[in-house]
């Protein structure tokens, strides 16, 4: 058996030891979550949070601007910003999904950065905020050791932050590492977007305009609109919609709401607006949806 076989084993027994029930499951160390799907699922829309995710068994794709972003046991996936996609999964042989996804903090990065020696390694052009990267052998050892790490209580509150910043550095120093750099690099294009990515996601139920967000990020409109469609594939306002729209959806499945109050809270002034939008997106009416999104939830 070859080096990069011994991981794949190693990963999918460590995160199968560990992911004992469906869905996505905390882990002893903060930051740092796992997960089990027994189930293949079908391309639909979701909102990727920042993540390094690392896939034991099984395979999924993640959707964005005409591109399409594989993560298997042989590729890891990173995204340093918040970004509207579109994602499917797969089984294989009847085995279930196992990954692990690691929060991506800005301020570790930038503590990496100031002990880092060497160029940057961006190219002079913004990153995408999504890129799917081989595994190599550096990256596989850190995310064995801290998938074993986790098996001990002790051990994860002794040592888990180190074994998370190890992942963390490995990713940065590979082939792709290029949005994380980004992501805590000062006063670049990549932080000044990201920047207004953070206000959308914490006040989405403001109005808020390409020129409001221009000026928020220092730019003029048109250097701006450029910028975020490169790090986002999409314009700000379909970014704003998208973002509002799953807001909603959230809402409706787990706090009750209907499409109307639903909609008033991400900040739609016209409910039948709210409608069409949520229909178009997501392929039926919100009150289907929010009734088949709990049905799922009540079937675990």
């Known amino acids: 058996m070859d080096e990069s076989a011994n991981y794949r084993e190693s990963l999918a027994g460590l995160l199968g030891e560990i992911a004992v029930e469906e869905g996505l499951q905390p882990t002893r160390i903060e930051g740092v979550h796992v997960f089990k799907g027994s189930r293949s699922v079908p391309r639909a829309p979701m909102v990727y949070r920042p993540h390094i995710i690392v896939v034991g068994q099984g395979r999924k794709h993640a959707y964005l601007g005409g591109e399409t972003y594989q993560y298997d046991s042989a590729n890891y996936l990173v995204l340093a910003v918040p970004l509207p996609a579109e994602c499917d999964a797969e089984t294989e042989d009847g085995?279930?999904?196992?990954?692990?996804?690691?929060?991506?903090?800005?301020?570790?990065?930038?503590?990496?950065?100031?002990?880092?020696?060497?160029t940057s390694p961006l190219s002079g052009e913004t990153p995408r905020g999504i890129s799917s990267t081989a595994m190599n052998p550096g990256l596989a050892g850190a995310v064995i050791r801290l998938l074993e790490c986790l098996r001990c209580p002790v051990d994860s509150r002794l040592l888990g932050r180190q074994m998370v910043r190890e992942v963390v550095y490995r990713v940065l120093r590979g082939e792709q590492g290029g949005a994380l750099y980004a992501m805590a690099s000062r006063d670049d294009h990549f932080t000044r977007i990201a920047r207004v990515l953070r206000h959308i996601h914490s006040d989405y139920a403001k109005p808020l305009g390409t020129e409001e967000m221009a000026k928020m990020a220092g730019m003029s409109v048109s250097v701006f609109h450029h910028h975020f469609k490169l790090v986002t594939a999409c314009s700000p306002l379909q970014y704003l919609k998208r973002i509002r729209l799953d807001r909603a959806r959230t809402l409706m499945t787990l706090d009750g709401y209907n499409a109307g109050t639903a909609a008033h809270a991400v900040?739609?002034?016209?409910?039948?607006?709210?409608?069409?939008?949520?229909?178009?997106?997501?392929?039926?009416?919100?009150?289907?949806?929010?009734?088949?999104?709990?049905?799922?939830?009540?079937?675990?």
Request: charged letters at 30%.
């Open 267 to 300: 900040g739609y002034e016209s409910a039948s607006q709210f409608g069409r939008e949520f229909k178009r997106l997501f392929g039926m009416t919100p009150a289907e949806d929010a009734e088949q999104m709990r049905a799922r939830l009540v079937a675990g």
């Open 95 to 118: 085995k279930p999904i196992l990954m692990v996804n690691i929060d991506v903090d800005a301020t570790m990065v930038g503590e990496m950065l100031l002990e880092i020696d060497g």
